[in-house]
């Protein structure tokens, strides 16, 4: 089992930047992709960023975040990041990070989900 957790979601103004972490933790594991996905309420959660476990690998982004939010990770510490900038109020929303993640013993890789965190761009 692999926990992800979440942090750094919050209040800011337009304009402004946050920074959310995601740490991947539990059993012996590794993990390939992980990334960041974003779900208004009564909406599709859609996809945000997403980043391969690659050294090099290139990020992709969702057009309506590119130039402003970049993704990036530490592959030793099990954890994604995602740099928000130049935030918009229609940035609004609970953030998510995912891993692909296969515990020890097993033979296929999994989706495992953070518990989300709110970012609120409201002056």
């Known amino acids: 089992q692999v926990q992800l957790v979440e942090s750094g979601g919050g209040l800011v103004q337009p304009g402004g930047s946050l920074r959310l972490s995601c740490a991947a933790s539990?059993?012996?594991?590794?993990?390939?992709?992980m990334g960041w996905y974003r779900q208004a309420p009564g909406k599709e959660r859609v996809l945000v960023a997403t980043i391969s476990s690659s050294i090099g690998g290139r990020p992709n982004y969702a057009d309506s975040v590119k130039g402003r939010f970049t993704i990036s990770r530490d592959n030793a510490k099990n954890t994604v990041f995602l740099q928000m900038n130049s935030l918009k109020p229609y940035d609004t929303t609970v953030y998510y990070c995912?891993?692909?993640?296969?515990?020890?013993?097993?033979?296929?890789?999994?989706?495992?989900w953070g518990q989300g965190t709110q970012v609120t761009v409201s002056s």
């Open positions: 995912y891993a692909f993640a296969r515990p020890f013993g097993f033979s296929s890789y999994t989706q495992n």
């Open positions: 539990g059993s012996r594991f590794s993990i390939n992709n």
